[in-house]
């Protein structure tokens, strides 16, 4: 009997230590980051760092601005295109649809999910490059299709079957009284749906989008295969753009010849981090008040 | 207009929300079959790239499936070791106050983390130890990456287990520990083994954060201290370089990563329901 305690109570200090182990990660990368970036933050303000639109390393000029509007113009370009059809979609799939469409869209989703965003890039320079060069040309945009817009368009279809699946869970989340109690008042199906489930579905929806947002804003591969990569201020939409996770990816090879370059590439990833962890756990509050995880 | 004809709107608009959804990831999954299918051949698959490779001449990337198979394997069982004690220690029953509260916040924040940052994060941590790029730094770095996502997944799963089960092992006498890794294991496995493939495959998929640590070779991976070649990776290298027949590998690379991932899925849906014979309802 003692051994048997003995035994389940040292579980109980190994289960301590993992989880100080999972804490002390994420502070690990937190202050590794931070730490990183710090040459470059006591030289140069932060306001400097932040406005500046001149990207010439060999000179030390390290202005991020450019790359923070290309990244936040290209995430609001995805889940303007992706958040509406997701929603009305999610909403058909859940009020409307047979238990049959609903079970068998599933496993859908969750291939769509697992599949590379290397994948969603390659489709991309096939089908979306070539697409908005030629719409470019129509509207007088002359362009090389590696574009602002070709990049929101690709990210807008990666994050489909992500928003999909968290609303349909906000959905089936939402109490059955609930609609039973409006469908017994009276209303039709649609009013019931509007008023009473898209109602209680709300705060759930916006973690959902808010969820969207983080992973889009931190994709790179994909982006990167389509945007075209210029590190200059894009004027429209129609111009190439260059994100935060791109420059991250295309430097980190070559940055430690130059000072202050693997400075300036970590505190990209330091501002991306901090950017998508504030999004996250305001969604994460949301949906842990809903209790869904 | 009245309320009929506003419910026939609505239900057409989010039918043609759902249609046009489906219909362009129909056409993507079309476009990467019929442009990889095209360009297929036996020697992708089965040879390593000769001389001139990249500049259309023979060879195939049969180093990077198998690097992503050993990169994907390593990191999963990495993060198996850790993922599955970190699940069980979240659960109620080893609830710690606080520290359980900040953990999941730690989880939360490392499960958003997006995998360049991570690519970053496990170049600065080479370049501290000395490391120069290799299997094992694309290893860890990846095992950093997919552990959240295990461990959360996990986490749920054994969350679910029915009350009344944990309860009756309580009631029989059981510590813990006992009912955890007898009872509730037994339980739960089906669904813990679908977490380590939803690892699996998030592994093998990501680009990003193998761009450095892992690099790129064209010989068959060698040694853990080696560089090593992976599918997603030479997909984008392929499609990178203005020569045509180069590009058409990539297609072909694509379809073959592609068709791992959906293996990995219809895998991970038998493993499910093989493993799931035991299950209390």
């Known amino acids: ?55 010439r390393p060999l ?20 889940l303007l295109l992706a958040v509406p059809p997701c929603l009305l979609a999610a909403v058909y799939l859940s009020e409307y649809s047979s238990r049959r469409l609903q079970q068998s869209f599933r496993p859908i989703l969750e291939v769509l999910a697992a599949i590379p965003s290397v994948i969603y890039g390659l489709w991309g320079v096939l089908i979306i490059v070539p697409l908005t060069r030629t719409v470019g040309g129509w509207l ?16 807008a279809i990666m994050v489909v079957p992500f928003i999909i699946s968290l609303s349909m869970e906000v959905l089936l989340a939402v109490p059955a009284e609930a609609r039973l109690t409006a469908l017994a008042l009276g209303c039709t199906r649609w009013e019931t749906t509007r008023h009473v489930v898209v109602r209680h579905a709300q705060r759930g929806f916006f973690a959902a989008v808010l969820l969207g947002f983080s992973r889009a804003f931190g994709e790179t591969i994909a982006v990167m295969m389509v945007i075209g990569n210029v590190a200059k201020t894009p004027r429209s939409l129609f111009d190439p753009a260059y994100t935060l996770p791109a420059l991250i990816a295309n430097n980190y090879g070559e940055m430690m010849s130059i000072p202050l370059y693997d400075s300036a590439i970590m505190l990209a990833a330091l501002i991306l981090m901090v950017i998508i962890i504030a999004v996250n756990l305001i969604a994460h509050r949301i949906l842990g008040k809903l209790e869904i995880r | 207009m009245n309320r009929r004809n506003e419910e026939k709107l609505a239900i057409g608009l989010m039918r043609l929300s759902l249609y046009g959804v489906v219909l362009i990831l129909a056409a993507i999954m079309a476009v990467i079959v019929v442009k990889g299918f095209s360009a297929m051949s036996w020697s992708m698959i ?16 049969a180093n990077a499936i198998v690097g992503s198979i050993y990169l994907a394997g390593g990191a999963t069982f990495l993060s198996l070791l850790i993922s599955v004690p970190l699940a069980f220690a979240l659960q109620k029953e080893y609830s710690s106050g606080r520290l359980t509260y900040y953990s999941r916040l730690a989880l939360d924040v490392l499960w958003g983390t997006p995998s360049i940052v991570y690519g970053a994060f496990g170049f600065i941590i080479m370049m501290m130890i000395g490391l120069r790029s290799s299997l094992l730094a694309g290893i860890i770095t990846l095992a950093l990456l997919v552990t959240p996502i295990m461990t959360r997944a996990m986490e749920e799963i054994i969350r679910m287990a029915p009350q009344e089960l944990k309860e009756t092992a ?14 509730i294991l037994r339980q739960t496995i089906g669904g813990l083994l679908t977490a380590v493939m939803l690892a699996f495959s998030r592994a093998i998929g990501d680009a990003a954060s193998i761009l450095f640590t892992a690099g790129f070779s064209d010989h068959m991976p060698g040694s853990l201290l080696d560089p090593v070649a992976s599918l997603p990776l030479a997909v984008f ?30 895998l991970s849906r038998w493993i499910y329901l093989k493993f799931s014979q035991n299950v209390i309802k």
């Open chain 2, 237 to 266: 290298f392929q499609i990178s370089t203005p020569i045509v027949e180069v590009q058409q590998r990539a297609y072909a690379s694509a379809l073959i990563l592609f068709i791992i991932v959906l293996l990995l899925s219809l």
């Open chain 2, 170 to 183: 309580c009631a029989l006498g059981l510590t813990r520990l006992e009912s955890s890794s007898t009872v």
């Open chain 2, 46 to 61: 089965t040879q390593t790239p000769k001389g001139g490779f990249y500049l259309g001449k023979e060879g195939g990337v």
């Open chain 1, 140 to 155: 007088g945009h002359a362009n090389s299709g590696y574009t602002l817009i070709a990049g929101g368009m690709v990210l």
């Open chain 1, 1 to 55: 009997m003692p051994r048997r305690s003995s035994l389940d109570s040292l579980s109980q200090v190994l289960a301590r230590i993992f989880l100080l182990l999972a804490v002390a990660t994420a502070l690990l990368l937190l202050v590794g980051l931070f730490l990183k970036s710090r040459p470059i933050l006591m030289r140069v303000s932060l306001w400097e760092l932040f406005s500046g639109d001149s990207w």
């Open chain 1, 59 to 78: 000179r030390g000029e390290f202005g991020f601005f450019p790359f923070i509007l290309s990244t936040v113009v290209v995430t609001l370009i995805a």
